[in-house]
């Protein structure tokens, strides 16, 4: 992956116009998602400051350069900044008709609606994306995230065949660059569904491939990632010390990173093995570090997931009024949950209402532009036809003044000149009546050169002085 002063660089050749400018967002994209946190904010910060000011004679790099503030606020875990930029990019991408662009901010809010619980509206833009993609034939970087991330709704639904088919389409795509990172986490996805459906030696070979492939590239959050699924798997089994020793590892990891989602994970799976374990004191305090971390992040539905298991947990030790106080507490989430859920539905109802009246009305403008510019060309060459007419008729007019010129010369050189010392003058004169008529469709043609380059120049002068004006 790039470090920052790799993109940094880059960025200045774009500026310099010595990089294609999309190429360096992909750059940016499949390699800056290795940066932290801090980094990730200088460098799309810088993009979309330099992008603003160029926004009217070039929208496209302004749209992508919003796209990717938001693709970086998702992998930074702030994913109601991260959905509101993205939403902004698609519609701005709606606009002008920019199906790459639609398809890229596709795959980010389907991924940030996964990562919020909201399943379905997940699947409804990771599909349209990946659909685009294929499609169009455009397999890279940004489709192999939106099947991974497909494949991971599909795995938590417990879908096992429709997720693998997903996950290897990932593990088909191996010369794409930054895919290495994505594909260890992919048969990390891949190893924790063989293990769902009992498949234990091909999941453990997934698994192991994985944590090899993390190790080498010092990829910690997929080394987390592996460790709570062994640690899943080994709870599943009944080695809950074996559980636990992986769960910590995950946990240790997770907390150094910041990754405050995986760090409740992590606690509350803990808590569930202290339980198993009859060790509630221990799973009452990681449940509690879980509320104050799910709290302060916001994310309300691992807030209510942790008040249910402390109000089961209450309950069964006999302490009635915590475990109301915690039920009270879950119920209350549960709603607003739904509430918002609701409300994000029918705002995304609204966006995509908005953005396919954007595509229609795109569609009768480019189709009016066509018949008006057909239409253009159609009375220009009806112009040009009748200009031309009008030139042929002008020019054979001063063709036959030039004839009877030469006509009446002729004459009078025959007359004065010839006449006088040569007698038999019928041959003569024949001929050189001849030579006349001979030159007449000549003449014309060089006539009607000359008109014509005088009517081009005099238009050239005429489109010249708009120009200036």
Known sequence: MADLNTLLAQFEQVKENKLDSLEFFTNTITSGRGLLIGERDTIANAILVWAEKQKETNPGNYYYAIYLRGFFYFHSEEYERGLSYSMQARKLFTEIDEKEGIAHTSVTIGAIYRTLGDIELSIQY???AISWYE???KTGFVYTAGCFNLAEVYALGGKADEAL???QKVLDHKDIPGIAVLQALTLTGMGNVYLDIQKIDQGMACIQQA????????NKPNLARIHTVLAHYYFETGDYAKALEDQNIALKIRENLNIDGGTITNLTDIAEIYLKTGKETEAVEMLNKALQLAEKTGVKTKQYHV???????FEHSGEKDKALHHFKEYHRLIEEVNHEDFEKKLKNQEIIFESEKTRKENVIIKAQKKEIETKNIELQNTIDELTITKISRRAKAITLFVAVVLLVTEDAIMHFIVNPYIHE???IALAANGLVVILLKPIEKVIEHYLVNQLVMKRRRANTVLAVE
Do not use: D, I, V, W
């Open 307 to 313: 008040h249910q298991l402390l109000s089961n947990l």
């Open 425 to 427: 003058n019928f041959f």
């Open 135 to 137: 499609s169009e034939k």
């Open 165 to 167: 088919s997903l996950y």
């Open 126 to 128: 990771l599909r349209e």
């Open 211 to 218: 944590l090899e492939m993390s190790e080498k590239a010092g």
